[in-house]
């Protein structure tokens, strides 16, 4: 079973990049619009040259061929080759297919993996075959490409074995959220403590354990922010109210960190701010994993 | 170096990237002035070291994932495919495709026997015995054939146009698709007037779609398939070798061999050969499960893979000159011999081109 949702690659610039691995929901909601897509190209196809082909019927029996040939076939290795890993469907719902090693998708790539798609939905395409078939050879129901999606620890379906390639999306969806606590608690005054600033590592601690505050319980919250608070305490001879200092020791962290880390500033919020109505604006489709 | 003073620092380079960024939305690059690359390249150096930088510290996770999605869609910009040679594809074609196929042709034979083997034992045994082909096809599909091939054309239009749909319509659905393919080259022959009703040409350029949509889509999910242990493509491989050879054993049962004959020859060099060729593709991804060898089985697939999509690429061109010759040159009132002498010329072609084609010279 996949344990994270993280694919790390490292650039030629020598950082490493994180992208977020694509699950099953996203990419069925994808396949289904690019199924549609597909339906209503075919459908349009029709009635266009029903219009135009009245004296070749035999022509438009062809073309309709073709057309149907080229939707089965071609519509995903012609997008994901040439709109650099996306389909429409991909693009609607912030996917995009790369090789694992973060290089973008190559011709032999896109045209393994979308082969080998035939192979991934084939328990439908089986029982189905019949009454779907009349239309597409498959739906968006796939079975041996969603155990594999589910089994293999990239995600990926027999075709992105074979061809080395990940889904991933295009930005990540969730964000971190910056403790609201910071806007609305007191600075500690210079009077309260001696003139030692904690170390950054403490202070970036502080500021992760806050952000996470709202999956630990009360109790377990209170009880771990506890010890370091007393140690914070003892090291910055911090002279205020020791009682109140045991009661909420979430409190007196966050104080101490707006003291000396003063975050989020201004121009980190406006960057993250511009970053956060990017994403929103991006239309997302909310699927629970 | 505190997060304050980088941030004062480097928080109008990373705008000032992002507004390139938008600015060649899709990677365009032709959008950007000359000094506006140079400006992306550099400033992509940039981040990526000031990304380096911030994943070293801990100065908050929401800072290194904005950096991190800024670099990764500047890497997605920048680097792409190599940019698309299409010169090559001949060359993949006359010197690639056949080379490879050389190099496994041991795949190539073995998809061939599964293939032909059912072929002729099936044609054998259905013209010694006709009552056979009622076990492997419908008998109103055999009805059908036989009427195409006796070239006596006595049933009225309606019927005969009722009939090919039908008889389309199941090879659609049962996936049992070249028997009922060799069914259709023969409906054809004779009854595109009745279907179409219109000039020659019309009904060929008709006929050519159908059969590059569904020979290559035969082909091509016959070697996907070959992906589940092989299995997949020699079911494909065993059917259709049966039912062909019931239709031809039929046919010539019935004494209407010449017609019949000298209407496949020419076609059947590019298209039994490129669904034996494919069948041996499908074969090469199920080996390679079977027998990784000294590779694990992923790296064996993979390995195996790039070669085996290309053969079967190699495969589907091949069925695209099949369905050309078959819509346009098989079924066109030519003297039988004629055709028998350019069908063998078209087979020794095949052969020379999958044997000859792109040999190093020593």
Known sequence: MALSLDLSIETPENVVLRHQLAGPAYRLAAYAIDLSFMFLVFIGAAIALSFIGGHTPGLVFGTMNLVKFFLEWGYTITFEYFWNGRTPGKYLCGLRVMHENGQPLSWWGALIRNLIRMADNIPLAVIYGSLVGQVFDYAPIYGIGLLSIWFTPKMQRLGDLVARTVVVHERRTALPRDPVIYDHIEPLSRDEMNGVSP??????????????????????????????????????????DRKHLKRYPMAFLARVYVTFAKAPTEQEAELLGSRESRTASQPMVEVAL | MTKQRFLDQRGKVWKRFDKLLQKQRGARFARLTPREIAEFSRLMRELSNDLATIQ????????????????????????????DRWDRSLDFLLVGFPRLFRQNFGYFAVAAALFFVPFVASWIAVQNDPTVALRMVDAAQLDMVEQMYSGEDTESEDEDETAETSEMDSS?????????????????????????????????????????????????QCFARGLLLGLGTMYTLLSNGLGIGCITGYVLAQGHGERFLSFIVSHGSFELTAIAVSGGAG??????????????????LRHR??????IATGAAVMLMVAALIEAFWS???????????????LWLLVAMYLGLSGVRRT
């Open chain 2, 172 to 220: 659609e659905t049962t996936g049992d698709a070249k028997d009922a393919d060799a069914i259709t080259d023969s409906t054809t022959e004779e009854n595109d007037d009745e279907m179409f009703g219109g000039n020659f040409a019309d009904q060929r350029a008709g006929m050519a779609g159908f059969y590059v949509e569904h020979n290559v889509s035969i082909a091509l």
């Open chain 2, 331 to 345: 079924p066109s009132p030519i003297p039988a011999m004629v055709k028998y002498v350019v069908g063998g010329c």
């Open chain 2, 305 to 310: 893979g790039i070669e085996a999509v290309q």
């Open chain 2, 283 to 300: 074969l090469m991804l199920g080996d390679a499960l079977l027998h990784p060898g000294q590779r694990t089985l992923l790296d064996a």
């Open chain 1, 199 to 240: 170390p950054s590592d403490t202070l970036a601690l502080i500021d992760q354990f806050l952000a996470r505050r709202p999956v630990l319980t009360y109790a377990r919250g209170h009880e771990l922010a506890g010890d370091l608070a007393e140690g914070l305490a003892e090291r910055l001879q911090y002279t205020g």
């Open chain 2, 56 to 83: 070293s510290r801990d100065w908050g996770q929401g800072l290194v994932v904005y950096l991190n999605d800024l670099v990764v869609r500047g890497h997605n910009a920048l680097y792409r495919s190599s940019p």
